[in-house]
């Protein structure tokens, strides 16, 4: 199975910062890596899809990238609505896997 | 707009069965190969099983393999989830998902004696 180390694993930052996030998977997985933003009490959405694709509706804020093994999520200022942990998905062979997930919180 | 509803979870003693559905709306369910995902209270995400649009592929993950049975049924747009000689490391809230896009809000699947 792919692993996916997601870091780090707890952020604290203040609204306006740049944000990042890294995703680290153990084999080639192409660019078929997805971020995800998920709010206490709901689903998960959407955000970037692979890679560095921006799902419609999401802020331009919101930016991926990377391929191969190493992937990033920026923010690029962060926004109150923007507290929630964040994920990363390798989809490019099975079992899909996830990242431990980023738990982002206001400084 | 997608809407997917998960029900059918519960408290259910260890070793016993319980199916899940999901009813899709707001898309050409057919079209989609689907997910169920599930996370364990406090836990990460692990994905569970997929089914291609027409049920031609089916995966497991090996957690799951043996015990649990995805299936649909497209002229009711619902997707289903058997799960049998549950254990309590079963215990998540289990999401549908069309594909890797849109999830579900979840059901909570309790196994426990």
């Known amino acids: 199975d792919i692993q996916m180390t997601q870091s780090p694993s707890f952020l604290s930052a203040s609204v306006g910062d740049r944000v990042t996030i890294n995703c680290k998977a153990s084999?080639?997985?192409?660019?078929?890596l997805n971020w995800y933003q998920q709010k206490l009490g709901e689903a998960p959405k959407l955000l970037i899809y692979?890679?560095?694709s921006l799902q419609t509706g999401i802020p331009s804020r919101f930016s991926g990238s990377g391929s191969g093994t190493d992937f990033t999520l920026t923010i690029s200022s962060l926004q109150p609505e923007d507290v929630a942990t964040y994920f990363c998905l390798q989809h490019n062979s099975w079992p899909y896997t996830f990242g431990a997930g980023t738990k982002l919180e206001l400084k | 707009e997608v809407q997917l509803v998960e029900s059918g979870g519960g408290l259910v003693q260890p070793g016993r069965s319980l199916k899940l559905s999901c009813v899709a709306s707001?898309?050409?369910?057919?079209?989609?190969?689907m997910n169920w995902i599930r996370q364990a209270p406090g836990k990460g995400l692990e994905w569970v099983a997929y089914i291609s649009s027409g049920s031609s592929y089916i995966y497991y993950a090996e957690t799951v393999k043996g015990r649990f049975t995805i299936s649909r049924d497209n002229a009711k747009n619902t997707l289903y989830l058997q799960m049998t000689s549950l254990r309590s490391e079963d215990t998540a809230l289990y999401y549908c998902a069309r594909h890797v896009t849109y999830w579900g809000q979840g059901v909570m699947v309790t196994v426990s004696s």
């Open positions: 707001g898309f050409t369910f057919s079209n989609y190969g």
């Open positions: 692979n890679a560095n």
């Open positions: 084999q080639n997985i192409n660019r078929y």
